[in-house]
């Protein structure tokens, strides 16, 4: 089968924890026999996000006061894609998998009139209390909001239209190696002249995968975050995982754009649009989800049209 895996940039370094390196790298370690497992045996891409690497990268490039002007975001998902692909090929290598692992620098076209350009609503880099996170909004000159008990910086989320290395992934695939593939949601760019421009943004690296699934022709769809599946009655002693989910029974207004909304809309559009698979849950428990003893898996209807993946 190809399958396509989501991880969360969460899975890697959960809320509240302090962002060293170490801590995400030993996290990768322990989840990547598993992701070894089916890579040896299936085609895998990996699209990875991004979440707190890049808000830590534009936070020291904030406080660095040998530049004259910070780094744009679509640089620092650059960087981020760099770091955290080396990440995956060396925990992926060390745990035994005996295949290339590849890494493309991607890019994502979107939009430029896509509403959600003016609407910041991905959240990025470390949770705040309210007084760290206006002043860093002030000195920074971002846009804070509140995630949960605390409060995070904001960016602009554009929708997918295209992967421009989707078809490069494929060559990569058929010659038998693992790809990661739009990383941290890919390199958000517009059309300019002959070429492209990056823009400040960050595309949600759900929405990407399911995207990638598309093009790639995938059998699965597997988004992996920090949490066992969807759930009912979530954050309260009644909460409970979600073994199955339809996606008729899908009310946007269930599941918040900022959280776990993408991951829940990706998944139902990439089964509607594809007859294909999808499964949500945690990155270390791999095994489970794909044996169907763990996680939740979106159900669409009985009738789809391969390739032909709606707007969101």
């Known amino acids: 089968m190809r399958i396509v895996l989501a991880i969360g940039g969460n899975a890697l370094l959960r809320r509240g924890e302090i962002p060293d390196a170490k801590t995400q790298v030993i996290r990768l370690a322990e989840a990547a026999p598993a992701l070894v497992r089916l890579a040896a045996e299936q085609q895998v891409v990996i699209v990875h996000g991004n979440g707190p690497q890049v808000g830590l990268l534009a936070l020291e490039n904030g406080d660095d006061r040998s ?21 995956l090929q060396q925990a992926l290598g060390n745990a035994g998998l005996d295949k290339d692992v590849v890494v493309l620098v991607s890019r994502t076209l979107v939009d430029p009139t896509d509403p959600r350009l003016s609407v910041p609503t991905k959240f990025v880099g470390s949770v705040y209390d309210e007084k760290r996170a206006h002043s860093l909004a002030k000195t920074c000159g971002w846009t804070v909001a509140t995630d949960g008990s605390g409060w995070r910086r904001v960016v602009a989320s554009p929708l997918p ?6 078809a490069n992934a494929v060559r990569m695939l058929d010659a038998g190696a693992t790809v990661v593939l739009g990383g941290g949601g890919g390199i958000a760019v517009v059309p300019e002249g002959p070429g492209f421009r990056g823009i400040e943004g960050i595309v949600d690296k759900d929405y990407v995968a399911a995207r990638v699934a598309v093009d790639v022709a995938a059998d699965m769809l597997v988004i992996l975050t920090d949490v066992r599946g969807i759930m009912t009655n979530f954050g309260t002693p009644s909460q409970k995982i979600l073994k199955t989910l339809k996606t008729e029974d899908i009310d946007s207004n269930d599941y918040p754009e900022g959280s776990i909304g993408p991951k829940v809309r ?16 945690s990155l270390d428990r791999l095994d489970a989800i794909m044996s169907g003893t ?6 669409g209807s009985t009738t789809h049209s391969r390739n032909t993946i709606r707007s969101w």
Request: hydrophobic share 45%; glycine share 12%.
């Open 67 to 87: 530049l004259s002007t910070p780094y744009p975001l679509w640089d620092m998902v650059a960087e981020s894609q760099g770091l955290i692909g080396f990440w």
């Open 161 to 166: 239209v295209r992967i421009l290395e989707s």
């Open 266 to 281: 990706a998944a139902a559009d990439f089964v509607t649009s594809t007859g294909g698979r999808a499964l949500i849950g």
């Open 294 to 299: 763990d996680g939740t898996e979106v159900l």
